[in-house]
């Protein structure tokens, strides 16, 4: 079993910054995908960003390139995603999981289908 528990979310002004933060419990994390996905008030969930816990490579959505970092913390078991150039179509609910079983490609860890586990989520809202 593994528990996610997502914290760091709030009320930001366009322009502004958050991180966000996911501690993982449960079990011994070596080769596993994190990942970050979100979803807006009457849209379907999306993916954000996503690493690889032991080889470190990431991916992103086009629409959050040059502004997220997805990074991760092996001893401390926590995956942040830094939001930078936070836009008011930023705002949703953050969602971490995790996928035990990563794919062979990293285009690949977009398929929400593939994450085991999730954690409840934290809200961000980005005012205009």
């Known amino acids: 079993q593994v528990q996610l528990v997502e914290s760091g979310g709030g009320l930001v002004q366009t322009g502004g910054s958050l991180r966000l933060s996911c501690a993982a419990s449960?079990?011994?994390?070596?080769?596993?995908?994190m990942g970050w996905f979100r979803q807006a008030p009457g849209k379907e969930r999306e993916f954000v960003a996503a690493i690889n816990w032991s080889a470190g490579s990431t991916y992103y959505t086009d629409s959050v390139k040059g502004r997220f970092t997805i990074s991760r913390d092996n001893a401390k078991k926590m995956v942040y995603l830094q939001m930078n150039s936070l836009k008011p179509e930023d705002t949703a609910v953050y969602y971490c999981?995790?996928?035990?079983?990563?794919?062979?490609?990293?285009?690949?860890?977009?398929?929400?289908?593939?994450?085991?586990?999730w954690g409840q989520g934290t809200q961000v809202t980005v005012s205009s």
């Open positions: 449960g079990r011994t994390f070596s080769n596993v995908v």
């Open positions: 999981a995790a996928d035990l079983q990563p794919p062979l490609y990293v285009t690949w860890y977009t398929n929400q289908k593939r994450y085991d586990y």
